[in-house]
């Protein structure tokens, strides 16, 4: 009996599972270095991330610069405007009516505690504690908080959205029944430090060119010999 050559691939990949560290090397390889630059100050990272939540990247960017730039880029304005002006400035984004409230919150619990909207303590503070103070914020899960942790000031926190959770479960990182919520964690105990950065932006990527959700192109992917799924989906 001739044994399919996909078969094959999979009982060879199941016995050879990839761990981060080459998962990373061989991305790495393919993608390019990804280095760190910060994309906004931390408070504008936050309030980035909330416009993008359910909606496209591009609708979240017009969104915010519509925000910025009705308000002079002074987040302490948006702070004490009125809730339909912001709303009325966030609308392209989608959801302006859930978003506004939210950003007026998280912008007024904010100036309460420290007396301004500068966040760059965070960095200065454990990375759990950073966290727990970003999650203490109206409406701010791990997913944000890592999120502003990460991308503005660089720490090693995991951001993980629907093509980071989605490879990695392929790529058994996380069990089958592990929640999105749980995966932050899990994932930066296994990726060194100095990597979560290059690590997120690699496995993004992936996800979106490759490790698509219905249709995977596994006979493309450079991490096929390694991954327990492949040719399976």
Same mark, same amino acid.
Request: proline fraction near 5%; hydrophobic fraction near 45%.
């Given at each position: 009996?001739?044994?399919?050559? @996909?078969?094959?691939?999979? #009982?060879?990949? %199941? &016995? #050879?599972?990839?761990?981060?560290?080459?998962?990373?090397?061989?991305?790495?390889? $393919?993608?390019?270095? *990804?280095?760190?630059?910060?994309?906004?100050?931390?408070?504008? $990272?936050?309030?980035?991330?909330?416009?993008?939540?359910?909606?496209?990247? /591009? %609708? *979240?960017?017009?969104?915010?610069? %519509?925000?910025?730039?009705?308000?002079?880029?002074?987040?302490?304005?948006?702070? /004490?405007?009125?809730? %339909?002006? =912001?709303?009325? +400035? =966030?609308?392209?984004?989608?959801?302006?009516?859930?978003?506004?409230?939210?950003?007026?919150?998280? /912008? &007024?619990?904010?100036?309460?505690?420290?007396?301004?909207?500068?966040?760059?303590?965070?960095?200065?503070?454990?990375? +759990?504690?950073?966290?727990?103070?970003?999650?203490?914020?109206?409406?701010?899960?791990? &997913?944000?908080?890592?999120?502003?942790?990460?991308?503005?000031?660089?720490?090693?926190?995991?951001?993980?959205?629907?093509?980071?959770?989605?490879?990695?479960?392929?790529?058994?990182?996380?069990?089958? &029944?592990?929640?999105?919520?749980?995966?932050?964690?899990?994932?930066? +105990?296994?990726? #060194?430090? !100095?990597?979560?950065? @290059?690590?997120?932006?690699?496995?993004?990527?992936?996800?979106?060119?490759?490790?698509?959700?219905?249709?995977?192109?596994? !006979?493309?992917?450079?991490?096929? #010999?390694?991954?327990?799924?492949?040719?399976?989906?």
């Amino acid at each position: 009996m001739v044994i399919p050559k @996909a078969m094959t691939s999979v #009982n060879y990949i %199941n &016995k #050879n599972k990839i761990t981060p560290q080459e998962t990373f090397r061989l991305l790495e390889m $393919e993608q390019g270095v *990804a280095k760190w630059v910060p994309r906004y100050d931390a408070i504008s $990272e936050l309030l980035f991330t909330i416009l993008s939540q359910h909606t496209s990247d /591009l %609708n *979240a960017l017009r969104a915010f610069e %519509n925000l910025r730039d009705t308000f002079g880029g002074a987040w302490d304005q948006v702070a /004490l405007a009125d809730q %339909n002006d =912001i709303t009325k +400035a =966030i609308w392209i984004g989608g959801l302006s009516k859930v978003k506004a409230p939210r950003i007026k919150a998280v /912008l &007024k619990d904010i100036q309460d505690k420290r007396g301004n909207l500068e966040l760059s303590f965070l960095s200065e503070m454990p990375m +759990a504690e950073a966290k727990s103070w970003l999650r203490a914020l109206p409406g701010v899960g791990p &997913k944000t908080a890592a999120i502003v942790l990460c991308f503005a000031l660089g720490m090693p926190a995991m951001p993980v959205d629907t093509h980071i959770y989605r490879v990695s479960k392929r790529l058994g990182f996380i069990g089958a &029944k592990t929640t999105a919520e749980q995966a932050h964690d899990i994932l930066e +105990a296994t990726v #060194n430090p !100095k990597q979560v950065f @290059a690590f997120h932006v690699y496995i993004i990527t992936h996800g979106r060119q490759v490790c698509k959700a219905r249709r995977p192109i596994c !006979k493309e992917c450079v991490l096929k #010999n390694g991954c327990p799924s492949a040719f399976q989906i």
